[in-house]
Structures are given as C-alpha cells and as structure tokens.
Nanobody
Framework: QVQLVESGGGLVQAGGSLRLSCAAS????????MEWYRQAPRKQRELVAA???????NYEDSVKGRFTISRDNAKNTVYLQMNSLKPEDTAVYYC??????????WGQGTQVTVSS
C-alpha cells in the first residue's frame, strides 16, 4: 500500500504561481511513474504531467512551458511547479502513483483556484 498526501493548493491571481507537493509513504520502492491529474467542475479528470522513476517527464499540451514536474526520491515527494497560471487551470489536483504491477494509488486532492 502507498499513501499519498498532496499539499500546496490555494487561491492565486492569474499569472501567479503555486507549487504542489505529493508526499508518498508505504510501499514506495514499487512506485514506477508519478502523475498529476486535475478535475475541473463538470469535466473529466485529465492527466497534467507525469514523471518516471528515471526522471523522464511529459506534459499535457496546455501546460507545456508553464508547469514543471519534478521528483525527489530521497524525500519520496513529487512536485508540480505551476507558473503563469490561468483561470482555466482551476481544478482539484490529484497525485497518482502508478506501481510496478496492475494497481495504483491516489491522493485526496488539493484545490487550485485561479482568479481572473
């Protein structure tokens, strides 16, 4: 089992920045890829960014150049640095651990609200 705890969400004006953190505990040695998803009201949950155990990252098109995902394996924490935030980035952001095996774990989510 893996426990994921997100933090760092909040209210920010358009153009501002936030850094989300996701701290993992438990069976961390079987974590493969760490991912950030978001879900806006009345929309489907979407993948925002992902980073492999080896450090390779990829991003959803709308956040490329603005968001950066990073991983500190010593602290068992993954980060999402979000710059140049837009109102359309408003959502609940979730951390997901994709395991070496047919299962995964989710955090409880953290709200990000960007005002115009």
């Amino acid at each position: 089992q893996v426990q994921l705890v997100e933090s760092g969400g909040g209210l920010v004006q358009a153009g501002g920045s936030l850094r989300l953190s996701c701290a993992a505990s438990g069976d961390i040695f079987n974590i493969n890829t760490m991912e950030w998803y978001r879900q806006a009201p009345r929309k489907q949950r979407e993948l925002v960014a992902a980073i492999t155990n080896g450090g390779s990252a990829n991003y959803e098109d709308s956040v490329k150049g603005r968001f950066t995902i990073s991983r500190d394996n010593a602290k068992n924490t993954v980060y999402l640095q979000m710059n140049s935030l837009k109102p359309e980035d408003t959502a609940v952001y979730y951390c997901r651990a994709d395991m070496y095996g047919p299962y995964d774990y989710w955090g409880q989510g953290t709200q990000v609200t960007v005002s115009s």
